[in-house]
């Protein structure tokens, strides 16, 4: 709860110290937006535009799942937006490093064949390169005292329709 707050902290210092552009758009969610435009950009898809609408619903689950859930995963299965996420211990994540570690399935990923190695799940992966996904929205928490982070991207219109090819 503590962490949480400083780095929230942090975040609402800097935004204040600069004046408000048109379109404002949170470092982190620059981040997050810069990690996932880079691998669309890799394999030719367009860039994904920040969504407020989204940012928030992920913002209000990450706290519930910080404040009821112990920053376990959340359940996504019947939400109306696309959704990835992770979850990390004893370490300090960063939205690049989310990002990133849902690209690595890219590793595991065949395009031709639409298919994902066995044991892995490249989900995550082909949702960050869903052509058809236009906006994301994205939020962290952090949990004491194991340190865990849980981060949440939402995606809309969702991704990873089944028998669909992501790009
Ligand atoms: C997640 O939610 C769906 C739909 O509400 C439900 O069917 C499913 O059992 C839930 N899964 C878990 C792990 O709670
Ligand atoms: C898809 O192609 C890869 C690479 O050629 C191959 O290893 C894999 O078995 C194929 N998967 C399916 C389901 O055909």
Redesign the pocket.
């Known amino acids: 709860m503590k962490q949480f707050l400083l780095v929230f902290t942090v975040l609402l210092c800097r935004a204040a110290a600069q004046p408000p552009p048109a379109v404002v758009i949170p470092p982190d969610g620059q981040e997050y937006l810069d990690a996932h435009n880079k691998a669309r950009a890799d394999v030719g898809v367009g860039p994904l535009k920040w969504n407020f609408q989204l940012a928030k619903a992920t913002s209000l689950l990450v706290r519930f799942q910080r404040d009821r859930e112990n920053c376990r995963f959340a359940n996504l299965t019947s939400g109306k937006y696309g959704g990835n996420q992770m979850w990390a211990t004893g370490e300090v994540v960063t939205p690049r490093r989310v990002v990133e570690n849902w690209v690595s399935e890219k590793l595991y990923y ?1 395009h ?2 639409n ?1 994902c ?1 066995p044991d892995h799940r490249c989900g995550v992966y082909t949702q960050v390169v869903w052509r058809s996904s236009a906006e994301l929205g994205c939020a962290m928490a952090s949990c004491l005292p194991d340190q865990s982070t849980l981060a949440i991207c939402f995606y809309n219109p969702p991704g990873n329709v089944i028998g669909e090819s992501p790009y």
């Open positions: 065949t031709d064949n298919s190695a």
